[in-house]
């Protein structure tokens, strides 16, 4: 009977809360190794097109993963979503912890969706023509003042995106430790 409930195991609300982290966690790992191994890989300019390609689709499946793992959370902790007075509260008990470090991958990789990569991707494209249009490469010496603008901007949304991705990883890795203790 033992081995039966273990091979059973996945297919329980416990299994699937599980399931659903390991996936949004090894989502974002998977991600990062294979975006450093393209990016060495791939000439810059069709980097740039297939992570345009690629991260809307990578952020909306995390999206979904990690929102899928906060309502079965929030299933086993529906004290969480009850009146502030009654407990488990958010920041004091085990489980409130656990939901904030959902919420905490959850927000970065929601604001990554909807906010920052369009603005990313945008940047990118435009220096890819300003690129063309001066015939030069984008850290070549003397290029044009737009294109050290445009430089600077996708520098800057590439950073915010990447520190966000960052953080999720650290909210889903912390939910990981937190669970295990």
Not at 9 to 20: D, N, R, S
Not at 30 to 55: A, D, E, H, M, V
Not at 82 to 91: A, K, N, Q, Y
Not at 105 to 110: D, I
Request: charged fraction near 15%.
């Amino acid at each position: 009977m033992a081995i039966f409930q273990s091979a059973l195991a996945p297919f329980t609300a416990k299994g699937f809360y599980l399931l659903t982290w390991g996936t949004a966690l090894g989502t974002n790992v998977w991600n990062t190794l294979s975006g450093y191994r393209t990016y060495k890989t791939l000439p810059r300019q069709t980097f740039g097109t297939l992570q345009s390609r690629l991260q809307p689709l990578y952020f909306t499946f995390t999206s979904i993963a990690t929102s899928t793992l906060l309502l079965t959370h929030l299933w086993f902790h529906p004290g969480l979503i009850s009146s502030p007075r009654v407990e488990p509260h958010w920041t004091t008990s085990e489980a409130g912890q656990q939901g904030l470090l959902i919420l905490a991958s959850l927000v970065p990789q929601l604001l990554n969706l909807i906010v920052i990569t369009p603005l990313a991707n945008d940047a990118m494209f435009e220096r890819h023509r300003q690129e063309r249009v001066e015939g030069k490469e984008y850290d070549e010496a003397d290029v044009s003042e737009t294109l050290q603008k445009l430089n600077k901007k996708f520098s800057l949304y590439h950073g915010i995106c990447s520190a966000l991705n960052t953080i999720s990883f650290l909210g889903l890795a912390g939910l990981g430790l937190a669970v295990s203790l």
